[in-house]
């Protein structure tokens, strides 16, 4: 019997400790910044709630947009770290108004503000250069989750005054889900909790004191090899294109997933600025489920229900990353229209074909 032998695939090289400065500086580039930014080595989901944590004090007060999961979870860690959080609710699937936020700032005092910029769970977009400068007005933090939009919307961290922004590669960026990031801006930094006595992944405090006042050298632990590559190579893609172009490839599948979905179904689930440019949520016809439409399309379609409250009652077209193109959009409204023939429903793909083709 031959001996086992043991082989890792793919069996990647490690990564060289001065790469990691490289991949902050390619993340301040994207979001046009000159804060802090730390990379986490896990998934964004693990970086949102270090931000939480790393926020918590006693008598702190925080207004937490919630219009998805993410926003209620991020409430959530920070009632745990200790913050009072004020969750404003969203009508299910739908974003907030400005308005919305400007009454609820006006109701008491608030230290933090913390808003996910897109959803593509419900495929909407929130208001964030409005919500901005509401907490500039209020003397809050501005805490924002990019994750989904970084890439596929502008956001210029330098003329928003954003303080801490959670990103990822996984969304529009086209990459992988195993390391993400945060910009930490100086005002951020005399708010957020001292390093514990035992380093923690949760821990920006740690995070500054092991990797940035160290001269951005090696990360502390021990940094998966495989998930920094993945990255290095994500972010070298998104600079060879081009920010500008990428984001323009987005806004392009966009606004031909909403015309095509408008001449399907005769119906916007939001108007156009409020739809992000990673999802586009269609409304199936009153009295058809997004179950039964799922079930109804071609087999190996890509249209997917929507994600969380209000999701029963939506049919997503993925457009984000390497999908965010025209002939990507033109194959998920085929199987939209598939679906609604299926049901007995009318449903013109030509026309539907040509809309998409003919948005600016």
Same mark, same amino acid.
């Given at each position: 019997?031959?001996?086992f032998?043991?082989?890792?695939?793919?069996?990647?090289p490690?990564?060289?400790?001065?790469?990691?400065a490289?991949?902050?500086?390619?993340?301040?580039?994207?979001?046009?910044?000159?804060?802090?930014?730390?990379?986490?080595?896990?998934?964004?989901?693990?970086?949102?709630?270090?931000?939480?944590?790393?926020?918590?004090?006693?008598?702190?007060?925080?207004?937490?947009?919630?219009?998805?999961?993410?926003?209620?979870?991020?409430?959530?860690?920070?009632?745990?770290?200790?913050?009072?959080?004020?969750?404003?609710?969203?009508?299910?699937?739908?974003?907030?108004? +400005? &308005?919305?936020?400007? $009454?609820?700032?006006? @109701?008491? %005092?608030?230290?933090?503000? =913390?808003?996910?910029?897109?959803?593509? *769970?419900?495929?909407i977009?929130?208001?964030l250069?409005?919500?901005?400068?509401?907490?500039?007005?209020?003397?809050?933090?501005?805490?924002?989750?990019?994750?989904?939009?970084?890439?596929?919307?502008?956001?210029?961290?330098?003329a928003?005054?954003?303080?801490?922004?959670v990103?990822?590669?996984?969304?529009?960026?086209?990459?992988?889900?195993?390391a993400?990031?945060?910009?930490?801006?100086?005002?951020?930094w005399t708010?957020?909790?001292?390093?514990?006595?035992?380093?923690?992944?949760?821990?920006?405090?740690?995070?500054?004191?092991?990797?940035?006042?160290?001269?951005?050298?090696?990360?502390?632990?021990?940094?998966?090899?495989?998930?920094?590559?993945?990255?290095?190579?994500?972010?070298?893609?998104?600079? +060879? &294109?081009?920010?500008? $172009?990428?984001?323009? @490839?987005? %806004?392009?599948?966009?606004? =031909?997933?909403?015309?095509?979905?408008? *001449?399907?179904?005769?119906?916007?689930?939001?108007?156009p600025?409020?739809?992000?440019?990673?999802?586009?949520?269609?409304?199936?016809?009153?009295?058809?489920?997004?179950?039964?439409?799922?079930?109804?399309?071609?087999?190996?379609?890509?249209?997917?229900?929507?994600?969380g409250?209000?999701?029963?009652?939506?049919?997503?077209?993925?457009?984000?990353?390497p999908?965010?193109?025209?002939?990507?959009?033109?194959?998920?409204?085929a199987?939209f229209?598939?679906?609604?023939r299926?049901?007995?429903?009318p449903?013109?793909?030509?026309?539907?074909?040509?809309?998409?083709?003919?948005?600016p």
């Amino acid at each position: 019997m031959s001996p086992f032998v043991w082989s890792p695939a793919p069996d990647a090289p490690p990564f060289p400790a001065s790469g990691y400065a490289a991949l902050a500086d390619s993340f301040a580039r994207i979001l046009n910044t000159k804060n802090d930014v730390l990379l986490i080595q896990g998934e964004a989901v693990a970086a949102l709630e270090a931000a939480a944590v790393s926020l918590g004090a006693p008598g702190r007060r925080a207004l937490n947009l919630v219009t998805s999961l993410y926003g209620r979870w991020f409430g959530a860690w920070l009632r745990r770290a200790g913050v009072e959080a004020v969750d404003l609710v969203a009508e299910p699937g739908k974003p907030l108004a +400005a &308005e919305q936020v400007e $009454a609820a700032l006006k @109701r008491g %005092r608030f230290d933090i503000l =913390a808003v996910v910029h897109a959803e593509s *769970a419900s495929g909407i977009l929130n208001p964030l250069e409005a919500v901005a400068a509401l907490a500039k007005a209020h003397g809050a933090l501005l805490v924002v989750d990019a994750v989904a939009s970084v890439g596929g919307h502008e956001l210029d961290l330098t003329a928003l005054g954003a303080d801490l922004v959670v990103v990822g590669p996984q969304k529009a960026l086209g990459g992988q889900a195993g390391a993400s990031a945060v910009a930490v801006s100086p005002a951020a930094w005399t708010k957020i909790a001292p390093s514990g006595e035992a380093p923690s992944i949760l821990s920006l405090a740690d995070q500054r004191a092991l990797w940035l006042e160290q001269g951005r050298g090696a990360l502390p632990g021990t940094p998966s090899a495989l998930e920094f590559h993945a990255l290095a190579q994500s972010l070298a893609r998104v600079e +060879a &294109e081009g920010l500008a $172009a990428l984001q323009e @490839r987005h %806004r392009r599948a966009a606004a =031909a997933a909403r015309a095509g979905v408008l *001449a399907l179904t005769g119906r916007a689930w939001v108007p156009p600025a409020q739809a992000s440019n990673l999802v586009t949520a269609a409304r199936p016809p009153e009295g058809i489920s997004a179950a039964a439409l799922l079930a109804a399309a071609p087999q190996g379609h890509a249209l997917t229900a929507g994600v969380g409250p209000g999701g029963e009652r939506l049919i997503r077209l993925n457009h984000t990353g390497p999908r965010a193109r025209l002939e990507t959009v033109l194959g998920d409204l085929a199987a939209f229209a598939s679906a609604l023939r299926a049901l007995g429903l009318p449903a013109d793909a030509g026309a539907a074909l040509a809309a998409a083709l003919e948005a600016p």
